[in-house]
Each structure stands twice: as C-alpha cells, then as structure tokens.
C-alpha cells in the first residue's frame, strides 16, 4: 500500500485519508483476475474500425442562450451567457497511457480542433485518459490560455504534459465564478481516479455544477455509479431542479463488474429523475470501446428506460456528435 501521494498533499477530511481519496459509498476494488476475466473471458462486441456517418459542427463564437455541441465521447463544448466551456476534452486518437496500443477513436473529432470557438474555460471531471487528455489539454493552452479547473490533485496529472500549464484545483463543495453571470460548483460522484496500476484515488474526481444569474442550473457529470442514489437528491435540494442535466449512458457492460463505476441508461435516467433535471442530454458513448456492449446499444437502452418510465424520447437525447443542442437560457 504507498505511503504517499504523488499529486497531493492536503488535510485530511471524511473523503481523504491522506493518501487516497474515497467516495460517499465506495465499493470493494476489484481484482486483477476479476479485471482480466472481463477483459478476456466475456464475449465482447466489435465496434467498427472507423464510422465516419456522424455530423460535424462549427460552433459559433459566442452565444449569450445555451448552446451544446459533442466532440465526442465526453468531449462536450457548452456556451452559455457568453462563455465558451469545453468538458474533459479529447482530442487524442487514443485514450491509453500508449500511443500505439489502447481504445481508439472510430470517429474523428466532430469538432475539429481548429473549429474551436475561444476556449474560456476547460472543466476537467477526473483523470482517467478517457476524461483528460493531457497531449489535448496542453494544445488548449498553449492556443487560448483558459482557465483550467479541475478536483484537488490533478494539477500534478497536467504539468506532466507542461510544466507551465495553469491548473485551479478545487474540494466538493468549492465553487469559483467563472464570470459576472455564470459560477462553477464541484460535487461527488461515486467513482474514483487512477492513471496507472499504483496511484488508484490518489487524485480527487467530481461532477460540476454551473449556476447562473438568471438562476439556469446546469448538472455535469462526468462519470459515476448509482449508488443508493444521495448525491443525485442533494443537487436539488441545494440548487434547485437543473434545466440540464449531461449524465452519462455508456461503458457499463457487464455490470457485475461496471456496476459500481459506472451507471446503464436506465440508471441515468433515474439520476434524472432524482435531481428533477428538466432535460438531460448523454453522453460518454460512441467514440471509444471501454466496455463490451455494442456501439449503438446504449441509445437503444436508453429509449426502452425512457419509455418504460414514460418519458418522452425529447425529455433525455443520446448526444450525436457534432449534433448541437440549442435551448433558451433566460
């Protein structure tokens, strides 16, 4: 068990030991022969080597209402009241610690890289490579110099990728104004962080909350397992109802083993539920094979959960990429 922690060394607090971090419940960790048998045991299905259907977007480059555009996977650009925000942007033909081996996109960016509109601000979640992308994060700020912000220790992760790279590095229940009109929230999620084999939770992870003047709530999150569902409750009753919420639906196949990491379509739709979102868009889908569902299965289970609670199709959209949502903000 290490001793220390390479990224951060703060006070202790009921989620950090010193050492590691910790969720609000926090499963038993799997094992390597648990991680190998659903690697290698289970029937996996074959994503295409390349699907070139999707659209492409050219964002504007500034909206003052609310504009949502994927790049794909987890890489979402939000605008609003002025702002330009990029969530855990991937830019990257890979999400693995290797250039030559590891999940690789079947789709190119459905933003390309010099389509971006002014870079303000870039909300990192966690540092698993499919969340940041250091080679991304590091071409994002040598162009536009935004904000960074990210949960306590991922600040190390960055500087690895340039040393001169200015990262704001926040606790749960931080928030910091990312303008006169809009401030940004960190709250839990049940997951957990990890760049390699040995420092498992040893950097914290996060959903974001954005809150507005107008008094718009806006729900993030970037990855999570249901749980018993608390956390989800809390963001109404501490904010409000969110007008959006962007939750994930996809890499949760087979759930014995991405049950407590990850929620299923059904689930995020129950997070919807629980925090009263009025619309939710998903995402973390798609773009890179992590687990062995098809690649259009979770927008197909996605409908069946939303049906089965009858909810209109409408209520929780699959977010295509470089297909852009435009909703009314004031």
């Not at 990029?86 to 610690?97: A, G, K, N």
């Not at 912000?149 to 040393?163: C, E, M, Q, S, T």
């Not at 979770?298 to 435009?326: D, I, N, T, V, Y």
Request: with cysteine.
């Amino acid at each position: 068990m290490a001793r220390q922690n390479p990224y951060y060394r703060g006070e202790k607090s009921d989620h950090y030991d010193g050492v590691r971090f910790h969720s609000p419940a926090e499963p038993p960790e799997k094992t390597l022969r648990e991680l190998t048998w659903m690697l290698l045991g289970q029937t996996r299905h074959r994503w295409p080597a390349f699907n070139g259907s999707h659209a492409h977007d050219k964002p504007p480059e500034r909206v003052e209402q609310l504009r949502l555009s994927s790049a794909g996977h987890s890489s979402i650009l939000l605008q609003l009241a002025g702002q330009n925000i990029l969530f855990d942007p991937v830019w990257s033909e890979r999400v693995s610690p290797l250039t030559f081996a590891g999940p690789k996109r079947v789709h190119a960016p459905a933003i390309a890289f010099g389509d971006l509109p002014p870079i303000d601000a870039v909300l990192v979640t966690h540092n698993h490579y499919d969340h940041l992308d250091g080679p991304t994060l590091a071409r994002l700020w040598q162009r536009f110099k935004p904000r960074i912000i990210a949960p306590l220790g991922n600040d190390a992760v960055l500087r690895r990728y340039d040393p001169d790279i200015r990262v704001e590095t926040y606790d749960w229940g931080d928030h910091v104004s990312l303008s006169d009109r809009l401030n940004v929230h960190l709250e839990p999620a049940f997951h957990w962080s990890g760049r390699g084999i040995r420092d498992r939770r040893m950097a914290l992870w996060c959903a974001f909350v954005l809150t507005s003047e107008t008094g718009g709530v806006l729900y993030h999150i970037g990855d999570t397992a249901y749980g018993d569902g608390s956390i989800f409750r809390a963001i109404r009753f501490r904010y409000g109802p969110p007008r959006v919420a962007l939750l994930p639906i996809g890499a949760y196949e087979p759930r014995w083993f991405m049950a407590a990491q990850h929620v299923n379509p059904a689930e995020a739709v129950r997070i919807m539920e629980d925090c009263g979102a009025a619309r939710a868009f998903g995402h973390h889908w798609g773009t890179f094979q992590l687990t062995q569902e098809p690649m259009q299965a979770p927008a197909a289970a996605l409908a069946a959960a939303l049906a089965a609670k009858g909810h209109s199709p409408e209520k929780f959209r699959p977010l295509l990429p470089g297909q852009a949502a435009e909703l009314d903000w004031s």
